[in-house]
């Protein structure tokens, strides 16, 4: 009997489950809508102070003050609090701006031709030439020179309206390389009770050859006209990618892709976040330039994370937000618009968010829309009402087979009654066992029935002739109803 149930309850949930909608979907690939709200512009900035002792004439304090930009590319932020992984080369500037300052400010004092490059260079005249030389760093205490610099670099987030002052941040950590990846943190923190959206991070670089992925980044600082840019590459040939970087190969050799990344890279998608095509997670950086276009591993992104004791991860917005994608991207339109206004509720400036809510509506109960299809068709038969009915009377005839058959076991049958022996007579002897003396049933004796013999009345008799009493010889009047008797 258990095992029937057990059928009819597989059965039941069978045809349940194949009469209700999916109710879940798996997140698509192939995009970069996770990455892309984390997304900053980063550019980077030398701020020098310099002040020249003239000594040579009249004594003279002469100060100048430049910004020397050296970096600008992209950065991914990783956590709510605004950390960024970038590149060393956008947080650090690998020449040496103090030499370029001198340069500058002795040839425009002293009207003499120096290139203001970063190059140390002599002149002609030995009292210019030696005070130019104790200008150069380092500082010394004959210096004709004071030089402070600075480093400004400025985070311009994916937002709208555009941001024109970003947010400042600092380096905290970067690798000796240029193409090595950094750890930025904003200078003051940031505002707003649930950060910024962050990008997640893939476990490990595909090892497969010709693998897609995308490239998402800023060309320029983000504003109305300047959009972030995605690009389609593929993996070449190699394991995970390390310090040297991972090339780029189109498996159908239509795009030299080296060629198109690097072009790209020159233009500001440098350390732009390399996005896996399976679930939308970042596997790298865009690394090197000109005609040769690379990426660095996720390994080396989580590398100098945890050297930076900076434990990436994910907020509430970005919750919400894959929430939202989730069903934007599985077609169902009129679910997914309310999970982007929650997020524009935590960050208003949530371009990606802002932009996929405007097709959400435009397309909510639509024919696209998969939430109204499956409402509209459920009438008509696509979700019919005979499985339940089916279901619910197989279950219901399981359960009354398996009680009946349940009560049936459990129902002793009752034993035939015996005749109850007669009631034991006195013990013949003291000293023995008393016994039970059983006599044996009599027959039940048959008595003939006796034929009434119809006698004649006796004449002697009266009854009362109102109500039938009978009465006594010497009555006047009936002792039950008082009628008088008559003579």
């Not at 956008?90 to 020449?95: E, F, H, K, S």
């Not at 370029?100 to 290139?115: G, R, T």
């Not at 004071?146 to 400004?152: A, K, P, Q, R, Y």
């Not at 010889?473 to 008559?486: L, Q, S, T």
Request: charged letters at 20%; one cysteine or more; aromatic letters at 6%.
């Amino acid at each position: 009997m258990a095992r029937l149930i057990a059928l009819a309850g597989g059965v039941a949930v069978a045809l349940a489950l194949a009469a209700m909608p999916v109710a879940a979907h798996e997140h698509p690939s192939g995009i970069t809508d996770l990455v892309s709200p984390a997304l900053v512009r980063v550019e980077a900035v030398s701020h020098v102070e310099i002040t020249l002792l003239d000594h040579v004439g009249e004594l003279q304090h002469v100060e100048r003050s430049d910004d020397i930009p050296f970096g600008q590319g992209t950065g991914t932020v990783v956590s709510p609090d605004g950390t960024i992984v970038a590149l060393r080369r956008l947080a650090v500037n690998p020449d040496d701006v103090a030499v370029y300052a001198a340069n500058k400010i002795f040839a425009e004092h002293h009207d003499v031709k120096i290139p203001a490059d970063y190059e140390k260079h002599k002149l002609s005249d030995d009292v210019l030439n030696r005070h130019l030389q104790a200008c150069y760093p380092p500082k010394s205490a004959t210096a004709t020179c004071i030089i402070e610099v600075t480093t400004e670099i400025t985070a311009f987030p994916n937002v709208s309206p555009a941001s024109a002052e970003g947010f400042k941040v600092k380096c905290i950590k970067a690798g000796p390389d240029p193409d090595s990846p950094a750890v930025l943190v904003p200078v003051t923190p940031v505002a707003g009770g649930v950060g910024m959206p962050t990008a997640p991070l893939a476990d490990k670089v595909p090892d497969q050859e010709g693998a897609p992925t995308n490239v998402a980044g800023f060309l320029g600082r983000p504003g109305p006209t300047v959009a972030h840019t995605v690009a389609i590459a593929h993996l070449s040939k190699g394991g995970a990618a390390g310090e040297s970087g991972r090339p780029f190969a189109d498996p159908e050799k239509k795009v030299d892709e080296p060629v198109k990344l690097g072009g790209l890279a020159d233009k500001g998608l440098v350390g732009a976040p390399v996005i896996g095509d399976k679930d939308g997670h970042v596997i790298g950086l865009l690394v090197g330039g000109g005609k040769d276009g690379k990426m660095i591993g996720v390994r080396e992104i989580t590398g100098i994370l945890a050297a930076a004791k900076v434990v990436p991860r994910r907020g509430a917005i970005d919750t919400a937000f894959e929430a939202a994608l989730t069903r934007y991207h599985t077609k169902y339109y009129t679910e997914a618009a309310p999970g982007f206004q929650r997020v524009l509720e935590l960050y208003p400036g949530n371009v990606v968010a802002a932009a996929l809510l405007k097709t959400s509506l435009a397309k909510r109960g639509g024919p696209e829309d998969q939430g109204t299809r499956k409402a509209a068709s459920r009438p008509s038969g696509s979700t019919p009402l005979w499985p339940f009915i089916l279901a619910a009377g197989i279950l219901f005839i399981a359960a009354a087979g398996g009680a009946y058959l349940l009560w049936r076991r459990r129902t002793p049958e009752k034993p035939t009654e015996l005749p109850q022996p007669l009631a034991a007579g006195p013990s013949f002897d003291d000293g023995a066992n008393q016994t039970v003396a059983v006599r044996r049933s009599q027959p039940f004796q048959v008595v003939p029935q006796q034929q009434q013999v119809m006698t004649a009345p006796d004449p002697g008799v009266k009854y009362c002739t109102s109500c039938g009493m009978r009465l006594g010889p010497a009555h006047r009047f009936c002792g039950y109803c008082g009628h008088p008797i008559e003579t």
